[in-house]
């Protein structure tokens, strides 16, 4: 069975494992003091950071959300950007990603957020066939400098 909690001190090399797993897939080679400021960020909820582990009872923990919550100009309330989203190999099909998702929906409900987002992208066909069950693709394109 998997569960969803949010992410303690003490998940530091769990974290770590799946952290590198998912910049691993990105090609991204996030810098040591990158790691460690996100670690404590999620561990302190500083920043508006938001962390989740999903844990199975047998393997420990298999994924990771990491969320952002930030002002809005078209709200007086929050919005919510799920920034990470990560299951690694061994917890791929046991639903740990809907939870995570269903996770952060329930913080951004209970902190009353007026809106949930993240990015994928385009080509990412299982991811995208998840998030086509949990949420809705919009018409906006994201541009970066």
């Given at each position: 069975?998997?569960?969803?909690?949010?992410?303690?001190?003490?998940?530091?090399?769990?974290?770590?494992?799946?952290?590198?797993?998912?910049?691993?897939?990105?090609?991204?080679d996030p810098a040591e003091e990158v790691t460690k400021a996100?670690?404590?960020r999620l561990c302190e909820g500083a920043d508006g950071f938001?962390?989740?582990?999903?844990?199975?009872?047998?393997?420990?923990?298999?994924?990771?959300?990491?969320?952002?919550f930030h002002p809005a100009t078209w709200t007086t309330a929050?919005?919510?950007?799920?920034?990470?989203?990560?299951?690694?190999?061994?917890?791929?099909?046991?639903?740990?990603?809907?939870?995570?998702?269903?996770?952060?929906?329930?913080?951004?409900?209970?902190?009353?957020?007026?809106?949930?987002?993240?990015?994928?992208?385009?080509?990412?066909?299982?991811?995208?066939?998840?998030?086509?069950?949990?949420?809705?693709?919009?018409?906006?394109?994201?541009?970066?400098?």
């Amino acid at each position: 069975m998997t569960t969803v909690r949010p992410i303690r001190e003490a998940d530091r090399e769990a974290w770590l494992s799946l952290w590198l797993g998912y910049n691993a897939f990105y090609r991204n080679d996030p810098a040591e003091e990158v790691t460690k400021a996100t670690f404590r960020r999620l561990c302190e909820g500083a920043d508006g950071f938001f962390g989740l582990l999903a844990e199975d009872n047998d393997r420990g923990p298999v994924g990771l959300a990491h969320a952002v919550f930030h002002p809005a100009t078209w709200t007086t309330a929050t919005y919510c950007y799920l920034e990470d989203l990560f299951v690694g190999r061994g917890g791929r099909g046991s639903g740990a990603g809907q939870l995570l998702i269903e996770g952060v929906y329930a913080e951004a409900d209970r902190r009353g957020a007026d809106r949930v987002y993240w990015h994928t992208q385009q080509y990412n066909a299982p991811a995208r066939s998840l998030y086509d069950k949990v949420g809705h693709a919009t018409s906006f394109v994201v541009y970066q400098r």
